[in-house]
């Protein structure tokens, strides 16, 4: 089983609509999760951290839940310029970064 | 600031070529990594830095050797390249001081071995 597992799509939307993506994650003792961002023949550039409580920055929402190792993202109001490859990344304890296959979405005019 | 710089951007070798790929950062980070990413997979850690002076195995490090030669640059050597080895291999480095952990990539080297 993978360590970080997302599902790959792809995810065709049209503009403005909303998406969420999920992940799930193996080792319990994981310590701090991000979403990344990777646009076709770049590098990875992070989105956002996600905090246990829940955070938000503007259109992007990100959850935890750690109980049941699920971390989410949710975009609204889906911009032509948010396709793009979303990676779950998950920091454990020795301080490595694991990341997930990646989901890629295509928004639509 | 040019942040994460890595040469060559693209490479097309033949079994058995050795070569080594370049990575500098100019954002004063302790960390350094090696990672490589292959479709459906991921990106994978083949080697690290925590800092100056010190490596560490990844997930995948066969096949791989790596030297931090000073706090900006860590290079990437294949010995003996293999087909599996084709591939994009990014650099990435952080300030592991901060608690936020975000690592910094380099635009990819894209590597062909024929």
């Known amino acids: 089983r993978k360590e970080v597992e997302q599902d790959p799509g792809p995810f065709n939307v049209p503009e403005g609509a909303t998406v969420a993506f999920n992940c799930t994650y193996s080792n319990s003792a994981s310590q701090s999760f991000f979403w990344y961002r990777q646009d076709c023949r770049k590098e990875p550039k992070l989105l956002m951290s996600v905090y246990s409580s829940g955070n938000e920055d503007g259109r992007f929402t990100a959850q935890l839940n750690r109980a049941s190792q699920y971390i989410s993202l949710l975009i609204r109001d889906s911009k032509l310029s948010d396709s793009a490859t979303y990676l779950c990344v998950v920091r454990n304890q020795g301080g490595k970064l694991i990341f997930g296959q990646g989901t890629e979405l295509s928004v639509k005019p | 600031n040019a942040g994460v710089t890595q040469t060559p951007k693209f490479q097309v070798l033949k079994t058995g070529q050795s070569m080594t790929l370049q990575c500098a950062q100019d954002m004063n980070h302790n960390s350094m990594y090696w990672y490589r990413q292959d479709p459906g997979m991921g990106l994978r850690l083949i080697y690290y830095?925590?800092?100056?002076?010190?490596?560490d195995k990844g997930e995948v490090p066969n096949g791989y050797n790596v030297s931090r030669l000073n706090k900006r640059e860590f290079s990437l050597r294949l010995e003996s390249a293999a087909p599996s080895q084709t591939s994009v291999y990014f650099c990435a480095s952080s300030d592991a001081g901060t608690t936020i952990y975000e690592q910094y990539f380099g635009p990819g080297t894209r590597l062909t071995v024929t």
């Open positions: 830095s925590a800092s100056e002076g010190t490596t």
